[in-house]
């Protein structure tokens, strides 16, 4: 059952400590009293035309999707007690296929949690360390890390705190570069996770990148050729209360943008960004989750990638929102699934991922597809950071939503014995990509 512990190869003694030290501190979990009485189900796979009327249904009902509404597949929707009656009713009455998916949240939540106690303990007793790569860790211990591998490596790896989020912490990312970031000519890439709160598989693969470019090079050309920007939690105020209160936590945490917002705080950061923002897929209630803010850029922690992406623009060769989960490479444009100018690199580059990850992966992981963000989501989304870089002109980004499986919750907590392959199989994937990318825009330019 136990994957591979992480070898201390990397790590000496003294960090190995300081690692588990932050990451014990790190496992407070919360009592997920929230969730008692909820259930989750599976709905559908619809009928084409109950798509919409399944999200008709969520907006209506403030329900919260795990896994979206799609004619091929079963969504997974989340429903607190009260709803629950209403809920059923309506399915019945359209005839919409659901069946249980989890009959007790709050156990299932509880049981996740144990899970990840009990896999922090079998990589300490096997003498390994507790990474932010292997394990499911708190904002504090991933800063900690990327603190550590910027003093490790001082001359390419330079920490930046850019601001500080809503409720104060502050909003930290890593530039690493071989001369720099001082050639102008070299083009950049920019690697982002977690402005949705739970998404907890998206932190590990930021600090994979980062790992592999510091302590484990295997691809030097990766390092030298390119400059990195990698920022492992875009909200860290979302990403603690997921820890600390609310397991499904997706959105920020602020209360400044509608008198609602006090009872129900947050912005969907995804939907925030300024490009077709409130076009479609974002909702206009603070107590959605899809609540797009009551203007773009509402919120410090998108307007911090803003920031980058705006400083950085005529330079980003590749940005990269990691999410969860899917098993999917989306790209522009995700507000109305026309194909982009640029869509036939942004298609064969990520073909290369595809390939490179499949080849990578497991055999009872899903298998990766990709394409337009609208056609292959079979929703259309305005305000989300992939499209308003792809406006800027950065010609090849991305959304991936990382893989989930089975059991537990499903999908938003992958077995924490899975990390570690996540991270493996991405990077991979990025590199076949990157590489692929290059050969494009040589040819075209030749
Ligand atoms: C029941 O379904 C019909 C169409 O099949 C629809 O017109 C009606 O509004 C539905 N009623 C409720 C309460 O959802
Ligand atoms: C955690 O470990 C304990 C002790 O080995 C075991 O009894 C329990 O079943 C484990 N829990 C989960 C969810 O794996
Ligand atoms: C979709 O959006 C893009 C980018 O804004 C635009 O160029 C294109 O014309 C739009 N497509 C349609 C069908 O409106
Ligand atoms: C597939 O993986 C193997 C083993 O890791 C590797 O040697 C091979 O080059 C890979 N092939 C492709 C097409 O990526
Ligand atoms: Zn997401």
Not at 16 to 35: S, W
Not at 56 to 72: A, C, F, R, V
Not at 90 to 103: C, P, Q, V
Not at 264 to 270: E, F, K, L, R, S
Request: glycine share 6%.
């Amino acid at each position: 059952m136990v994957g591979d512990p992480t070898s201390p190869t990397t790590f000496n003694r003294v960090q190995t400590k300081l690692f588990l030290i932050l990451a014990l501190a790190g496992y407070v979990f919360a009592k997920n009293e929230h969730y008692i009485g909820w259930k989750s189900y599976f709905v559908g796979p619809p009928i084409k035309e109950h798509v919409k009327t399944l999200v008709i249904l969520g907006e209506k009902m403030d329900l919260d999707y795990l896994s979206p509404p799609h004619p091929e597949r079963e969504a997974i929707v989340l429903v607190p007690p009260r709803k629950q009656l209403e809920f059923i009713k309506t399915l019945k009455n359209f005839t919409i296929k659901y069946r249980s998916h989890a009959e007790n949240v709050k156990a299932t939540l509880d049981r996740d949690d144990e899970r990840i106690r009990n896999w922090t303990n079998i990589i300490s007793r096997n003498g390994g360390a507790v990474t932010p790569y292997n394990s499911y860790l708190c904002l504090d211990a991933i800063y900690g890390y990327m603190h550590h591998i910027s003093m490790r490596h001082k001359k390419t790896v330079t920490m930046v705190t850019a601001g500080h989020s809503f409720e104060g912490r502050p909003l930290k990312y890593l530039k690493i570069s071989t001369t720099n970031f001082h050639k102008k000519s070299k083009n950049i890439i920019f690697v982002d996770a977690a402005i949705h709160a739970r998404e907890w598989i998206a932190p590990p693969v930021v600090t994979w990148i980062i790992h592999k470019l510091t302590d484990d090079v295997t691809e030097p050309n990766m390092l030298n050729d390119f400059d990195w920007i990698l920022m492992p939690v875009v909200n860290p105020d979302g990403y603690e209360f997921s820890f600390s209160e609310k397991r499904l936590w997706r959105k920020t945490r602020s209360t400044n943008t509608d008198p609602q917002s006090f009872r129900c705080p947050g912005v969907d950061g995804n939907r925030n960004f300024d490009f077709a923002w409130g076009a479609t897929g974002s909702s206009s209630n603070p107590c959605s989750d899809t609540y797009r803010g009551n203007r773009a850029f509402s919120e410090v922690e998108t307007r911090t990638v803003r920031d980058i992406l705006n400083t950085y623009s005529y330079r980003i060769y590749m940005y990269i929102s990691m999410h969860s989960f899917g098993s999917m490479i989306l790209y522009p444009w995700g507000h109305n699934s026309s194909d982009s100018k640029y869509s036939f690199n942004l298609h064969l580059a990520s073909s290369a991922m595809v390939k490179a990850i499949r080849n990578a992966s497991l055999p009872h992981f899903p298998d990766y597809v990709n394409g337009n963000s609208g056609k292959t989501m079979f929703y259309t989304a305005g305000g989300a950071a992939d499209d308003y870089a792809h406006n800027l002109g950065i010609p090849y980004s991305y959304t991936f939503e990382l893989p989930g499986l089975s059991g537990g919750m499903h999908g938003f907590e992958l077995h924490p014995m899975h990390i570690k392959q996540v991270c493996k199989e991405t990077w991979i994937g990025l590199v076949a990509g990157i590489t692929k990318a290059t050969k494009l825009t040589e040819k075209d330019r030749s």
